[in-house]
T-cell receptor, first 114, second 107 residues
Framework: NAGVTQTPKFRILKIGQSMTLQCTQD?????MYWYRQDPGMGLKLIYY???????DKGEVPNGYNVSRSTTEDFPLRLELAAPSQTSVYFC?????????????FGPGTRLTVT | DAKTTQPPSMDCAEGRAANLPCNHS???????VYWYRQIHSQGPQYIIH???NNETNEMASLIITEDRKSSTLILPHATLRDTAVYYC????????FGTGTRLTIIP
């Protein structure tokens, strides 16, 4: 199993540009998550999905969109990038969202908006 | 979600047991205590979790007080590769990460 994979690893965007961060998992997990981590801070949940076709907002959803058309893929879309979106983005997945299932994280995408 | 309090940093000598404390005095009855760690900007890695009883796996032990208001993660024989930020998290569906404890293992 490759686990959770994310592309790209690094990206520099200009203000106002758009991009999609890709996330794929091969563990047949139902739940998938997107987090962002600013320097020196913990992770904050952006969006999550409990299964194909179902998504919900997390703590910091503004400026982002997601879709979940398949179990494996959970792309994160940035529209009109802003400097405040400079961060490291982590995708994660878990078998379930209830108490007993741990989350598996991808290696992250480092995004800079200038 | 209830919040957790952890010391911002700790040092531990290589080969010794590292004991990382976490206070969660407002934990609710159905919230599990989870521990994750993050090694130098990598994605967080699951370590262990528990509800009421003490737990042990190949990585660590988790000691939860009887009133569930605090817990301790124990790395029994710390190595240099255990240098990381350790997060104590209460979870009833979603994980909420704080700023964790930066553990440095000293040779």
């Amino acid at each position: 199993n490759a686990g959770v994979t994310q592309t790209p690893k690094f990206r520099i965007l200009k203000i106002g540009q758009s991009m999609t961060l890709q996330c794929t998992q091969d563990m047949n997990h139902n739940y998938m998550y997107w987090y962002r981590q600013d320097p020196g801070m913990g992770l904050k949940l952006i969006y999550y999905s409990v299964g194909a076709g179902i998504t919900d907002k997390g703590e910091v959803p503004n400026g982002y969109n997601v879709s979940r058309s398949t179990t494996e893929d959970f792309p994160l879309r940035l529209e009109l990038a802003a400097p405040s979106q400079t961060s490291v983005y982590f995708c994660a997945s878990s078998y379930g969202g209830v108490d007993i299932y741990e989350q598996y994280f991808g290696p992250g995408t480092r995004l800079t908006v200038t | 979600d209830a919040k957790t309090t952890q010391p911002p940093s700790m040092d531990c000598a290589e080969g010794r047991a590292a004991n990382l404390p976490c206070n969660h005095s407002t934990i609710s009855g159905n919230e599990y205590v989870y521990w994750y760690r993050q090694i130098h900007s990598q994605g967080p890695q699951y370590i262990i979790h528990g509800l009421k009883n003490n737990e042990t796996n190949e990585m660590a032990s988790l000691i939860i007080t009887e009133d569930r208001k605090s817990s301790t993660l124990i790395l029994p024989h710390a190595t240099l590769r255990d240098t990381a930020v350790y997060y104590c998290i209460l979870k009833n569906e979603k994980l909420t990460f704080g700023t964790g404890t930066r553990l440095t293992i000293i040779p």
